[in-house]
């Protein structure tokens, strides 16, 4: 930006190798099937009307607009697609390998975790589907590799509160919220070592509340507001 | 990106709508200024030569080429700017704000860290300097903002491992390390807080050679190879 390199010697030019910018968000959320015991992660994704990969599923996104935000160019994008409005997407990386589309193109990728109650809306747009994460087809250009690496740093970013948080009710027990570390996780955790890390965590507080039922009841937990979406950081204003 | 929305109705229409795509670097090093008794961060800047904000600083950077990837781009534009070559780009964030410049221009921020005796090419570029980070002018375009951004992130992530790797010598003393991440934090470290963290957070092993000189020996450490920038993640295969 501080130097023009190369510049485009005219309009023709420019539109000759023009690059294209757009937005695709990754919405992970949960889905506990009737005959499953335990929630499995999954994401919304929508089947392209029109090559290239017509026919083919892909992250809900367009593109960007001359005259919107990276941040609100994922929200509208996401919301036409699909008709999911999370309250707060995050910007998780910029994909822009020569390759990875007949164009080129930069995708500027978002995210965000959904709870299953704000999950239902897509369910009734045309051609969005919810996958189960670790079992998705083959997708649109690179978004099996954008996927892998949002999983990748979903499991290493989330800390209790923001699992917490993002994906589970208000109030929860520890075994619910050791579930959804499991599912993000893909393997068991042993429920001991889960419970005193948890607690020793700060990141989530015991409320006086217990949740009842056909097991011995449950101490209900609440996210420490103190620590939640620390990770915002500055750009936090700009939203 | 999965469908097309306000497609463009013709190239032309494309043309004055059209969003560039640019990459910048933010890069921090160490400076020890003759009369201190401690480092302080430091970043190089290049002076623009041309609208907009011809004769303000701005970070090194420029225009993505149509055929290279978004990582080749910010090496490249580094080294022509500033004849700086680091060994590793990490990405930062993309800025993409409608007004952040006269013409619709969609930034992809790269940094690193860079050891002193790595910065020494800079200072022969013409229009290039360094500036302390804490002591900025007003910079071209959002670039105030950008820094800003990096050094929350920088202060955020830093662990000890990647202090040690990106900003000292294979092998440091505690002070030193401490030094450093006093300049990262702008305040001052209780020695002997700093030296349990450090020997505690696993991220640096000692060594069995000692610093002598002046003061009394001190043990030199390296950082841990096992965790060092650990947070590369998937990605790290398309370097």
Sequence with gaps: MTRTVAAPASTSALVD?????AVSTVIFSLRRRPDDTCPTLVLPLVRRTRDPFEGDWALPGGWLDAS?????AASRTLAE?????????EQLYAFGDVDRSPTRVVSIVYWALLRPDEAIGA??????????????????????D???YALWRL???????????????????????????EAILGRRLDPANFRRQAEGSGAITPTERFRTGSHRPARL?????????????????RH
Excluded: C
């Excluded at 697609?81 to 997407?89: K, Q």
């Excluded at 509160?161 to 589970?168: D, E, K, Q, T, V």
């Excluded at 609440?222 to 750009?235: I, K, S, T």
């Design 221 to 237: 937990y609440r996210y420490n507001q103190d620590v939640e979406l620390a990770d915002r950081g500055p750009l936090v204003i």
């Design 146 to 148: 954008i996927v892998e």
């Design 68 to 72: 919107e935000s990276l941040d609100a």
């Design 81 to 89: 697609t699909t008709g999911l409005m999370p309250s707060y997407l």
């Design 17 to 21: 190798e023009v690059t294209r910018v």
């Design 155 to 181: 499991r290493n970013k989330a800390g209790y509160s923001r699992i917490a948080h993002g994906l589970l009710a208000d109030e929860f027990t520890l075994a619910e919220l050791r579930e959804v570390s």
């Design 123 to 144: 369910a009734a747009e045309e051609n969005v589907a919810w996958f189960d994460a670790a079992t998705l087809p083959r997708l649109a250009f690179d978004h099996n």
